[in-house]
């Protein structure tokens, strides 16, 4: 038997002011919450759109690798300036030893997040970082290691290229850059994070954070641009860099069973605590790299640059 309109209205009008308002709070949140809804499923199907220049712009032949990534536009943007010869977990697992966070899906809660904690210069470590596109998608991974606050950070996006490393295990392709300030895009007029212009210090960060965790077993530099480069990215900010990349390869040690999945907050204290641990059972290979890499730390870090292994 159907339920008739007069017969809810009369239920209602036969309750008490009390029940009454409780009813009608209920009967509000709903529609604000299927109304949110539709946004997101709205603003996420304008996004996918917009994006196709990007994902058609970023293909490329199966044994090319090109020297930036691009934007949703399709226009080039940032430097792809470091790649990782690893597993998923391996790579994962390198990044949160070293004190890197796995950075938050770029949902809507997590982007209403990102704009309240930049205007409010608090921090937000495992914060999202816009798409960029590579290979026809969007990054496979992104890790960020925070600054005093959702401002500045040291941030890179991983793709997994279509071929594997010699080695046989993935290799991935980053661009890595720093976050030093909030500004209104150059090209879209809405709010971004600006990068700072020495993308090559960027790289020596994560060189130097990575190898320092006697996970790596070989490093070397290897071309991204045809030489020294000065350009900017898609939203009109400056970069130069030697035109290099570095390459790291990882040792092949099994990581702690679903460490890569825990390296957000809150748990990611006791996550990195296991990760050093677990640094014991890393090859001599790395913690003798590790060694020597430190000697050459005695300088500050972020004015070394990889050196041609």
């Known amino acids: ?19 009454q308002a409780v009813v009608i709070a209920a009967l509000i949140l709903v529609v604000a919450l299927l ?28 044994e ?18 470091v790649r990782v010869i690893g597993t998923a977990d391996q790579l994962s697992a390198a990044f949160v030893t070293a004190g890197w966070y796995r950075a938050d899906e770029l949902r809507f809660i997590t982007s209403l997040r990102i704009s309240f904690d930049a205007l409010l210069a608090r921090k937000y470590s495992s914060a999202p970082v816009s798409d960029l596109y590579l290979f026809g998608r969007r990054q496979d991974f992104a890790f960020e290691k925070p600054g005093r ?40 007029h809405l709010p971004t994070h600006g990068i700072a212009p020495d993308v090559d210090d960027e790289r020596t960060l994560i060189a130097d954070d990575l190898i320092a965790t006697g996970w790596v077993i070989a490093e070397r530099s290897v071309p991204d641009f045809s030489g020294p480069t ?25 990581p702690v069973p679903l460490l890569p999945q825990l390296i957000r907050q809150p748990g990611a204290a006791f996550v990195r605590s296991a990760a050093r641990r ?30 041609n292994g």
């Open 278 to 307: 677990l640094g014991r059972n890393l090859p001599q290979q790395g913690r003798d790299l590790a060694h020597t890499w430190q000697q050459r730390r005695s300088a500050p870090a972020r004015s070394q640059k990889p050196p």
């Open 1 to 19: 038997m159907g339920v008739r309109i007069s017969d809810l209205i009369s239920l209602f009008l036969g309750l008490t002011t009390g029940e």
């Open 64 to 81: 090319v690798i090109p020297p930036t990534n691009f934007a949703r536009d399709g226009q080039p943007s940032d430097p792809l300036n």
């Open 230 to 254: 000065r350009t900017k990215n898609a939203t009109g900010d400056d970069y130069h860099t030697d035109g290099q990349a570095i390459l790291l390869t990882l040792a092949r040690t099994q």
């Open 149 to 188: 606050s959702v401002r500045q950070r040291d941030h890179v996006r991983f793709w997994r290229a279509h071929l594997p490393a010699s080695d046989g295990r993935p290799l991935w392709i980053g661009g890595a850059t720093r976050d030093d300030k909030v500004e209104l895009s150059r090209t879209h």
């Open 35 to 62: 109304s949110l809804l539709l946004i997101v499923a709205s603003v996420s199907a304008r996004l996918w759109v917009a994006s196709r220049p990007g994902r058609r712009a970023s293909v490329s032949p199966v």
